[in-house]
């Protein structure tokens, strides 16, 4: 015969399994019913998307400093001023000669 500590013992047993058990399944549905398997996936895409826009973040800003570093270095040579304006406005200096060198067509 069970003595009633030992009978109080397995009520409570059973009443621990017994919330237990439906505490996971409201969880479960909750779940399901806010779809939260799915937002988490999305939530990853998106935490994805943001470090591959960091990346280029970084790259731009890595392209200004160069630049920003190309400026102060023409600023401070006059040689290299006259070269870069030379070059991107295509001017020559009176009595130069400019040989440009064309590949050959393939129609030929």
Avoid: C, N
Avoid at 7 to 32: D, E, G, N
């Amino acid at each position: 015969m069970r003595l009633p500590a030992q009978l109080m013992k397995t009520k409570s047993y059973k009443w621990y399994i017994v919330t237990f058990i439906a505490v996971a399944s409201l969880s479960a549905a909750y779940a399901v019913q806010r779809d939260l398997l799915g937002r988490y996936a999305q939530y990853q895409q998106r935490e994805e998307q943001v470090r591959s826009m960091q990346r280029q973040v970084d790259a731009f800003e890595e392209q200004v400093s160069r630049a920003q570093q190309r400026v102060k270095d023409l600023d401070a040579d006059p040689l290299e001023l006259e070269a870069a304006i030379r070059h991107i406005k295509r001017l020559v200096r009176e009595g130069e000669t400019i040989y440009r060198i064309q590949p050959k067509s393939t129609t030929e």
